[in-house]
């Protein structure tokens, strides 16, 4: 199984990016973006699963996370960025549906691709 993520660069505050991770090898169930910046510890942002989504408080409203199922593909719509967005965003994928508590621990995930940085200029 193989991730790999896409989409990443630099953007001005208040811009817009679309980052998408395609996974080939087998359908995975469960499946989010991580981020880390520098100098702190990758955390959560989104993930996705057939029962709905879920988001990190500070990304709310502003992230969007979606599936195409047809390409197996994941993608993070990111609007109103912020100079704090700055990170290398990582996905990541569960062989398993992942329950609510679990979904935000980076240790349930099986899978995981390569990172692509986000840089958000103020």
């Known amino acids: 199984v193989q991730l790999q993520a896409s989409g990443g660069g630099l953007v001005q505050a208040g811009d817009s990016l679309r980052l998408s991770c395609a996974v080939s090898?087998?359908?995975?169930?469960?499946m989010a973006w991580f981020r880390q910046a520098p100098g702190k510890e990758r955390e959560f942002v989104a993930a996705?699963?057939?029962?709905?989504?879920s988001y990190a408080n500070s990304v709310k409203g502003r992230f969007t996370i979606s599936r195409d199922n047809a390409k197996n593909t994941i993608y993070l719509q990111m609007s109103s960025l912020k100079p704090e967005d700055t990170a290398v965003y990582y996905c990541?994928?569960?062989?398993?549906?992942?329950?609510?508590?679990?979904?935000?621990?980076?240790?349930?995930?099986?899978?995981w691709g390569q990172g692509t940085l986000v840089t958000v200029s103020s």
């Open positions: 996705i699963r057939r029962s709905g989504s």
């Open positions: 090898g087998r359908t995975l169930v469960s």
């Open positions: 990541a994928a569960s062989r398993a549906g992942l329950i609510t508590s679990t979904l935000r621990d980076e240790n349930a995930y099986d899978y």
